[in-house]
């Protein structure tokens, strides 16, 4: 009994029990894994840009419990071309050298494993709240009243029960954001990938965005790969942070390990603390 006790790990900093890692678990397929990644945009031509160099890292699989990482680093770096990767998108995808794998598998494509929201409203502005996170499931083969009634449940979710018929331009940003949250998770994703989804938003929506997403994630069982120019929110949110520096990934552990570190993220921390301390 006391042995069993002792092998459960304490709830986290959001009150999740989670349970003891076991061998079994780790065995299982990372949910991202980067094996030497290099993008060269324009490869073989006087224009080739090396975006990012030889990045490698991995985000284990522990059942019932996703990651929740942030991607920080000063503009131009890499963070967008590492999380386009992970989506599959052109012309970030396919890497130049090494492998970029989801599930155990390579990315060939865009697909239902992976949500995403950007900065951007990516909404449909002709169709409402409830047909835009409709959307997905209809084109995944779900009959009109399933399709209807799951999106409901994710419209609830993300607050906006009120609002399922209103169109995207009678919304606020930060609730056309829950939309699109609400429509990346409608398709069950494993993975939630979010390019500075916040960064539009006044600093009080902001505040808001990211305790509704916290409460999201500790209800569904999702990694979450969020890239933010925000150190308050990178520390906010996640546990772990990459640290990306001309497109090197540099740093990669918890905010505290790292600002215990003499690296790049201090110098990140110490420019962001001076530059919003007034
Ligand atoms: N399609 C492209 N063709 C050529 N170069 C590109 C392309 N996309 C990105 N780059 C370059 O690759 C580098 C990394 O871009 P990326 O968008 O990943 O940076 P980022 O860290 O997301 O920057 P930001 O914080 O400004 O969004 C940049 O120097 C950018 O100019
Ligand atoms: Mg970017």
């Known amino acids: 009994m006391f042995f069993e006790d002792n092998e459960r790990t304490p709830p986290?900093?959001?009150?999740?029990?989670?349970?003891?890692?076991?061998?079994?678990d780790l065995k299982q397929s990372p949910v991202v894994e980067f094996k030497?990644?290099?993008k060269?945009?324009?490869?073989?031509t006087r224009?080739?840009?090396?975006a990012i160099k030889d990045v490698n890292f991995a985000v284990e699989d522990i059942p019932d419990q996703g990651e929740f990482i942030t991607i920080v680093g000063p503009s131009g770096c890499g963070k967008s071309t590492v999380l386009r990767l992970i989506a599959g998108l052109d012309p970030h995808h396919p890497?130049?050298?090494g492998?970029?794998?989801?599930m155990g598998k390579n990315v060939e494509a865009p697909g239902a494993d992976r949500g995403m929201v950007f900065q951007g409203y990516t909404l449909f502005p002709w169709l409402s709240v409830k047909r835009n996170v409709m959307f997905g499931l209809r084109m995944t083969g779900h009959s009109e009243a399933t399709a209807e009634s799951e999106a409901m449940q994710w419209i609830e979710l993300v607050g906006l029960s009120d609002s399922?018929?209103?169109?995207?331009?009678q919304l606020s940003g930060g609730m056309k954001q829950r939309v699109a949250i609400a429509r990346?998770?409608?398709n069950q994703p494993k993975i939630l990938l979010m390019d500075e989804p916040f960064g539009a938003l006044d600093a009080q929506t902001r505040a808001q965005m990211q305790s509704y997403l916290l409460q999201i994630w500790r209800q569904v069982d999702i990694t979450i790969v969020f890239i933010t120019h925000d150190l308050d929110e990178a520390i906010y949110l996640a546990d772990r942070v990459l640290v990306l520096d001309h497109g090197r990934l540099v740093q990669d552990g918890h905010h505290d390990e790292l600002l215990a570190e003499d690296g790049p993220y201090r110098m990140l921390y110490d420019a962001w603390v001076s530059a919003t301390t007034v």
């Open 164 to 169: 399922a018929e209103a169109y995207p331009h």
């Open 95 to 97: 890497p130049t050298e």
């Open 99 to 102: 492998s970029v794998k989801v």
């Open 47 to 50: 224009n080739a840009f090396t």
């Open 184 to 186: 990346a998770l409608a």
């Open 12 to 24: 986290d900093r959001y009150g999740r029990d989670i349970p003891p890692r076991t061998a079994k």
């Open 36 to 38: 030497n990644v290099t």
């Open 40 to 44: 060269t945009f324009n490869a073989g």
